[in-house]
């Protein structure tokens, strides 16, 4: 401990206001951060891991765990022109939403760049949030300029967050008592009591970022303890784990979604023109919708699509076991013609598969693609360039993940 | 079938112009206009028992092109054979007088270099000229057509030779105040030289941007630029573009106000449709092309929902706060200007460069100055219709004059804007108070609810070099077309911009027809 001459001013934190923010969850999830490897997210301490990330991603896939989205970006949008707004600035037609219902979206700048992909739920007849990986706020203004009967309210701070998933989580949440929660759908919403307290404060969505069976749990931030309390006492049998961000990166990739600052970069960051995406390059074509007359970027994604994008978001079965990060993709075994590169990469433990996420030009789509990894064993260097197979659908996505009700574990 | 081929948005000169182009490739083309008459901002109305006027006084930059295309002479059109005479006001009478070449009142140096400057300037009009009648490339085009008006702007610049082409590229941004200050010494020659440049503009002698492209844009008019009325005033000019836009078989409507313009919207998109009327009548046509302003087109006649969000935030953040207010006087005689015959020139009541630039600081900040800068002109010497016989009208714009005026327009602060400013030109023209019948002052708020004109800017928005040429009003709709299919824009607020000039009224049209062809 540093002591210094004048006490007092030990009290005075010259750095406060750069300090990293607490999640609402944050003293359960600090108790249980064993390595105490803690990264930020959107301002927020954010843990990478919290014993170790293989075994918290055999959790998600094997028994239940939490993923703490407080830092998450929630936006209200509300009033009469919620849903006009909303429409025009999504290139999916969220018109015939119904009520307590989730759907995925992503938003275009006008030349049809991805400016970042996230969800829309409605919970009201005027009333939507939205939730993205990044603020979004500047650009919601912008969207929002010329529409009247519409609030926006930023509740990133207001609601507390946790994303619970994994085959037994549903058994767990059953447990903790919310009665009927085996017949919630994917993408359904439910609301519950909750602690006794009045009304149901406890928001449970059927959506997630593993690819499985999994929920998502939203409660105002007084109540946060309470739930994770709760949760945990319900899940103890259930070998219910936290789990970081080098878990959930290997569990969406599996499941084949994309993260900023891997398959894309947002469009509003980029300084490279076209150093970012269209829909369609991130294979994410079904989002954009053109029975709606109009959208943001709809001209410039009309182009897109009927030109086709130059590159093409694909997954990849990679040949032997080394994950081919950051590999760069050829047409020939000899490697004198590029044609793309990896974007994620991993050795997959559920799929017992070496697969990938990768750019690939979209010209070279048919013909032979071979990777070059390079690989460490024991300090040494190694290459070696394998055969990559093309994958249509997702590595993993487990019949639960769509049952109601779910399979019972 | 549709009844119109074509419906325009407002009746000001570039809509007519646009309007009987259109008309006369053979098309059906109905204008719509809100007010009760046609012209816009150089309509002519009655503000006095018997005393005429209208906002815009004189013209300097009327496109020739379109006088002879339209046949503006078979309607009675005739431009005036000598420009006026342009008078820097001094109190005590020793004015600053341009007239064509020559400049008289100051010295025989400021003579000489005035030769040079009015030459140098002339050949950098004359250099630019053709391209306030071109459609400007788009960004980032790669069509060989718009690739050669790069081409040929080039050329032309080349050709001025290295010396000029160097000293254009210096001078086309440079304020108003130091290309003054290099070639002159007498400081109200100065104002009143750099008066053209800032006029109609949020914009001061010391403002580095579009101040001197403003002035050359004004000087590709017949004249040199020099200020004139035409016979048969500019009453004589709006009933020469109405009459030509009958006979060419355009039907026009006055006392109709577009409410919003109809969008077809299926899975092919969006598509103008037509034209509601504010009273809920809706009227069907191939194209719709407005006239007005980019703001009014976009933000409420097309609505926000059907454009895109980038767009919708550069037609939001346009400048279009305007800066002039008009003060128009009924008088039951002849005023009498110190050391001035007669008062049949355009006056300028700016003594020195300063005195702009201080009227300006004052309108940054939302106020109007106590000293303000104005320009003056009798336009019934020239044109005896506008008053009863022996009585005349007092025409000035004044300078600068806050659209948003802190506290707002109430009639108090109108009224102690108008008193000073009669105050003002009383003391160059003793006994002007005792001739005044009426007095009316408009301001910037007022054009705007009069005229219909966001924020009563003279050009529909600031002709500044953010927000000229393949700039104007925007990129996304800066060559007549915008994002919406079927919808065209014709105003001051697209290129070249506005001033009686009619470049936008007549690139339009043949764009239109080239798209149609």
């Known amino acids: 401990?540093?002591?210094?001459?004048?006490?007092?001013?030990?009290?005075?934190?010259?750095?406060?206001?750069?300090?990293?923010?607490?999640?609402?969850?944050?003293?359960?999830?600090?108790?249980?951060?064993?390595?105490?490897?803690?990264?930020?997210?959107?301002?927020?301490?954010?843990?990478?891991?919290?014993?170790?990330?293989?075994?918290?991603?055999?959790?998600?896939?094997?028994?239940?765990a939490t993923y703490d989205i407080c830092p998450m970006q929630k936006y209200y949008v509300s009033g009469k022109d919620a849903q006009a707004m909303l429409n025009r600035m999504v290139t999916r037609n969220i018109a015939n939403m119904k009520e307590q219902r989730v759907t995925y979206v992503c938003w275009c700048t006008d030349e049809g760049r991805m400016v970042d992909?996230?969800?829309?739920?409605?919970?009201?007849?005027?009333?939507?949030?939205?939730?993205?990986?990044?603020?979004?706020?500047?650009?919601?203004?912008?969207?929002?300029?010329?529409?009247?009967?519409?609030?926006?309210?930023?509740?990133?701070?207001?609601?507390?967050?946790?994303?619970?998933?994994?085959?037994?989580?549903?058994?767990?949440?059953?447990?903790?008592?919310?009665?009927?929660?085996?017949?919630?759908?994917?993408?359904?919403?439910?609301?519950?009591?909750?602690?006794?307290?009045?009304?149901?404060?406890?928001?449970?969505?059927?959506?997630?970022?593993?690819?499985?069976?999994?929920?998502?749990?939203?409660i105002e931030p007084g109540l946060a303890l309470d739930?994770?309390?709760?949760?945990?006492?319900?899940?103890?049998?259930?070998?219910?784990?936290?789990?970081?961000?080098?878990?959930?990166?290997?569990?969406?990739?599996?499941?084949?979604?994309?993260?900023?600052?891997?398959?894309?970069?947002?469009?509003?960051?980029?300084?490279?023109?076209?150093?970012?995406?269209?829909?369609?390059?991130?294979?994410?074509?079904?989002?954009?919708?053109?029975?709606?007359?109009?959208?943001?970027?709809?001209?410039?994604?009309?182009?897109?699509?009927?030109?086709?994008?130059?590159?093409?978001?694909?997954?990849?079965?990679?040949?032997?076991?080394?994950?081919?990060?950051?590999?760069?993709?050829?047409?020939?075994?000899?490697?004198?013609?590029?044609?793309?590169?990896?974007?994620?990469?991993?050795?997959?433990?559920?799929?017992?598969?070496?697969?990938?996420?990768?750019?690939?030009?979209t010209q070279y789509l048919q013909g032979d693609i071979w990777a070059e990894i390079y690989y460490g064993r024991e300090l040494r260097h190694n290459s070696k360039v394998v055969r990559c197979t093309l994958q249509d659908k997702p590595f993993w996505a487990p019949g639960r993940a769509r049952q109601t009700p779910p399979p019972a574990y | 079938?549709?009844?119109?081929?074509?419906?325009?948005?407002?009746?000001?000169?570039?809509?007519?112009?646009?309007?009987?182009?259109?008309?006369?490739?053979?098309?059906?083309?109905?204008?719509?206009?809100?007010?009760?008459?046609?012209?816009?901002?150089a309509a002519t109305r009655e503000f006095h028992p018997g005393f005429k006027v209208s906002v815009a006084h004189t013209v300097s930059h009327f496109s020739a092109k379109v006088v002879d295309d339209l046949d503006l002479a078979a309607h009675g059109y005739t431009s005036a054979p000598a420009p006026m005479r342009t008078v820097g006001l001094t109190l005590g009478g020793e004015h600053v007088v341009l007239a064509g070449a020559d400049v008289g009142g100051v010295s025989a140096q400021d003579i000489r270099r005035y030769r040079d400057y009015r030459r140098l300037l002339q050949r950098f009009a004359d250099l630019l000229k053709p391209f306030w009648l071109k459609t400007m490339p788009r960004i980032g085009a790669s069509s060989l057509g718009e690739l050669m008006t790069f081409a040929r702007l080039g050329l032309r610049l080349r050709l001025l030779g290295k010396r000029d082409m160097g000293e254009f590229m210096r001078v086309a941004t440079l304020p108003a105040r130091d290309l003054m200050d290099e070639y002159f010494d007498h400081e109200l020659l100065k104002a009143v030289l750099s008066w053209d440049g800032l006029i109609g503009s949020k914009m001061a002698p010391r403002s580095p941007n579009a101040t001197?492209?403003?002035?050359?844009?004004?000087?590709?008019?017949?004249?040199?630029?020099?200020?004139?009325?035409?016979?048969?005033?500019?009453?004589?000019?709006?009933?020469?573009?109405?009459?030509?836009?009958?006979?060419?078989?355009?039907?026009?409507?006055?006392?109709?106000?577009?409410?919003?313009?109809?969008?077809?919207?299926?899975?092919?998109?969006?598509?103008?449709?037509?034209?509601?009327?504010?009273d809920g009548e809706c009227i069907d046509a191939g194209l719709v092309v407005s006239a007005t302003d980019p703001q009014r087109t976009f933000l409420e006649l097309v609505g926000v929902e059907n454009l895109e969000i980038e767009f919708t935030n550069r037609i939001q953040r346009l400048r279009c706060d305007g800066f002039v207010a008009k003060l128009h006087l009924a008088l039951n005689g002849?005023?009498?200007?110190?050391?001035?015959?007669?008062?049949?020139?355009?006056?300028?009541?700016?003594?020195?460069?300063?005195?702009?630039?201080?009227?300006?600081?004052?309108?940054?900040?939302?106020?109007?100055?106590?000293?303000?800068?104005?320009?003056?002109?009798?336009?019934?010497?020239?044109?005896?219709?506008?008053?009863?016989?022996?009585?005349?009208?007092?025409?000035a714009h004044i300078m600068y004059v806050p659209y948003k005026l802190k506290g707002g327009w109430t009639e108090e602060a109108r009224a102690r804007l108008c008193e000073r400013a009669v105050d003002i030109i009383a003391q160059y023209a003793p006994g002007l108070k005792q001739q005044i019948l009426h007095s009316e002052l408009l301001t910037p708020a007022d054009l705007e609810r009069d005229h219909n004109v966001t924020g009563g800017h003279w050009h529909h928005t600031e002709l500044s070099i953010d927000q000229m040429l393949m700039m104007r009003p925007t990129y996304g709709a800066a060559q007549y077309s915008t994002p919406i299919p079927g919808l065209f824009l014709c105003g001051a607020g697209s290129h070249p911009g506005g001033g009686l000039m009619g470049g936008p009224g007549h690139n339009a049209a043949r764009e239109i027809l080239g798209k149609k062809s």
């Open chain 1, 1 to 64: 401990m540093i002591t210094t001459m004048n006490p007092e001013s030990s009290a005075i934190d010259p750095y406060a206001g750069e300090r990293l923010k607490e999640s609402h969850f944050h003293p359960r999830q600090a108790a249980l951060n064993l390595r105490d490897a803690w990264s930020s997210w959107n301002g927020y301490k954010f843990a990478d891991y919290y014993y170790d990330e293989e075994y918290e991603y055999f959790c998600v896939r094997n028994s239940c």
């Open chain 1, 117 to 218: 992909d996230g969800t829309i739920f409605k919970l009201g007849p005027d009333k939507y949030m939205l939730t993205c990986g990044s603020p979004c706020l500047a650009w919601l203004r912008k969207s929002a300029f010329g529409f009247d009967a519409l609030t926006i309210e930023d509740m990133s701070d207001e609601i507390a967050a946790l994303s619970f998933q994994g085959p037994t989580s549903c058994a767990v949440l059953k447990k903790m008592g919310l009665a009927g929660i085996d017949t919630l759908k994917p993408f359904g919403i439910m609301h519950f009591p909750f602690a006794g307290s009045s009304g149901e404060p406890l928001m449970v969505s059927r959506t997630g970022f593993t690819g499985d069976l999994g929920y998502e749990l939203w």
């Open chain 1, 227 to 361: 739930l994770w309390d709760a949760l945990y006492a319900a899940g103890s049998d259930y070998g219910i784990q936290p789990y970081g961000e080098a878990a959930t990166n290997m569990a969406r990739l599996e499941a084949g979604f994309i993260m900023p600052g891997r398959e894309f970069n947002e469009a509003l960051k980029t300084v490279h023109y076209q150093h970012d995406q269209t829909p369609f390059e991130l294979s994410l074509g079904w989002l954009v919708d053109f029975k709606k007359p109009h959208f943001n970027g709809r001209l410039a994604l009309l182009k897109d699509r009927d030109n086709g994008p130059e590159y093409t978001l694909v997954k990849l079965d990679i040949e032997g076991n080394k994950p081919a990060e950051e590999s760069h993709l050829y047409s020939n075994e000899r490697c004198t013609k590029e044609i793309g590169y990896v974007t994620s990469a991993m050795w997959s433990p559920v799929v017992k598969a070496n697969i990938a996420l990768a750019m690939i030009k």
């Open chain 2, 1 to 41: 079938m549709q009844p119109y081929d074509t419906i325009i948005i407002g009746a000001g000169h570039n809509g007519l112009i646009c309007a009987t182009y259109l008309a006369r490739s053979g098309q059906r083309v109905l204008v719509l206009e809100a007010s009760g008459s046609v012209g816009g901002l």
């Open chain 2, 212 to 278: 001197i492209m403003a002035m050359l844009y004004r000087m590709s008019g017949e004249h040199h630029g020099a200020h004139s009325i035409p016979d048969g005033g500019i009453e004589g000019l709006v009933k020469a573009l109405h009459s030509a836009a009958l006979a060419a078989g355009v039907e026009v409507r006055t006392g109709a106000r577009a409410g919003r313009i109809q969008i077809l919207a299926n899975d092919n998109g969006l598509r103008a449709r037509g034209v509601e009327l504010a």
């Open chain 2, 334 to 395: 002849l005023p009498n200007f110190n050391g001035l015959a007669q008062p049949d020139g355009r006056m300028i009541i700016a003594p020195n460069m300063d005195a702009i630039e201080f009227a300006f600081d004052d309108s940054k900040y939302g106020e109007y100055s106590q000293q303000p800068v104005m320009e003056i002109v009798v336009p019934s010497l020239h044109h005896s219709s506008l008053a009863p016989e022996g009585q005349h009208v007092l025409s």
